[in-house]
């Protein structure tokens, strides 16, 4: 690699670091100096049964953390924690919920100090005996949910039990974790093997954007299967998150980079393709050299001493010769691309390879070429 390429390389590696360090360290004000191991506590239950979680929370420095949650069924170890640089503390999350009803259940667990972690929590509570289950599916290419348009989602309905078809009742919902519902429906829905049931939902203008659960409860009897699906609603007048600026910055960098690698070859090929010429000039001239040498070996000694000093001479001169030439067109060169003549320093180019050096006696004499 050229020191042009190294220089350019090393100072967009260091450019990177700084946006980088600057990305990590925007990101971080709104995660605190802690982390947790999870982002998410999803699980799905039998009735009567009572479950707990762990969770990790470390901290690259001394913190004073506070734990606490919206559901009333969830009980933490440690509500209060103090934690030193770099230490780990672990966490057990009891949920309470033998006496709930099957259902969907969700809600939030939140770690503060100065910043908050926001983990949601949806718990799944099915019956005992489960004869008819589901999932949730939103399509790639309605992934992203606006703001006062229709989100598209995907459910299908399973007969685990194959027991003939059977009229289901469906109750659907979204509702942010707070449980404040932007939407519910139920439907009666025939399901003899499986379903598969698409649903076209309005997103209201007054929703406000952020994380919501969409829920599916499915009844038959006693039995009560659900599925839910974490979905994120933007606001249809945000056109640009400005959290990807860096990484917008460092993708333009890297282009820059290449672009100012590429050009700066092209510009070297011109004097890559002149040092050529010059080094086969200097190749030629070797091989003369040799071959005169051998001649004059030949001669007898008193005779070859007065040859050889003369050839000596020659020989520098020549080789000088050809030097004042090479430099001359470099010169020549870089006065073209300065008048940024890119056709005629090419002429130039492919003109001079098919001359050669031409090295003539009067160049050699007076060290000038002729007009």
């Known amino acids: 690699m050229k020191m042009f390429e190294k220089r350019v390389c090393v100072s967009g590696l260091i450019f990177l670091m700084i946006i980088l360090n600057f990305s990590f360290a925007s990101a971080n004000l709104g995660q605190g100096d802690y982390e947790v191991d999870n982002t998410l506590l999803k699980l799905t239950i039998k009735q009567g049964e009572d479950v707990s979680r762990s969770l990790k929370i470390g901290s ?26 770099n230490e780990e503390k672990e966490l057990t999350i009891y949920f309470n919920v033998k006496d709930k009803l099957p259902g969907i259940y969700f809600g939030k667990i939140l770690i503060s100090n100065n910043n908050a972690i926001f983990i949601p ?27 006062n348009k229709d989100a598209v989602v995907e ?6 039990e194959k027991i003939g078809s059977k009229t289901v009742g469906v109750e659907y919902f979204i509702s942010d974790f707070e449980g404040k519902i932007i939407y519910s429906e139920k439907e009666n829905l025939p399901v003899e093997n499986q379903i598969l049931n698409t649903k076209t939902i309005p997103i209201s203008a007054g929703t406000e954007p952020g994380n919501y659960v969409f829920g ?8 009560v299967g659900t599925s839910s699906y974490i979905i994120n609603v933007d606001d249809k007048n945000q056109t640009f998150d400005f959290g990807f600026l860096p990484w917008l910055v460092i993708i333009l960098l890297i282009g820059l980079m ?19 010429q010059y080094k086969n000039e200097l190749g030629k001239e070797s091989f003369k050299i040799k071959k005169e040498k051998y001649k004059i070996r030949k001669l007898k000694p008193i005779e070859r001493k007065e040859v050889l000093k003369k050839f000596k001479q020659k020989i520098k001169k020549r080789i000088s010769a050809i030097k004042n030439i090479h430099k001359k067109r470099v010169s020549i060169v870089k006065k073209l691309k300065k008048q940024k003549k890119k056709g005629e320093v090419e002429r130039k180019i492919g003109e001079w390879e098919k001359q050669g050096y031409n090295v003539n006696e009067f160049l050699i004499r007076t060290g000038k070429t002729r007009k």
């Open 60 to 85: 690259s420095e001394n913190a004073e953390l506070e734990v606490s949650t919206n559901l009333d069924f969830i009980e933490i170890s440690e509500t209060k924690l103090s934690l030193n640089a």
């Open 121 to 147: 929590v949806i718990l799944e509570i099915e019956s005992k005996e489960i004869l008819f289950d589901g999932n949730i599916y939103i399509p790639p290419e309605y992934g992203k949910i606006t703001v």
């Open 155 to 160: 459910t299908k309905i399973f007969n685990l």
């Open 216 to 223: 599916m409860i499915i009844n038959y009897g006693s039995s």
């Open 258 to 276: 290449f672009f100012i690698i590429y050009y700066g070859r092209q510009r070297e090929k011109v004097f890559e393709q002149l040092q050529k």
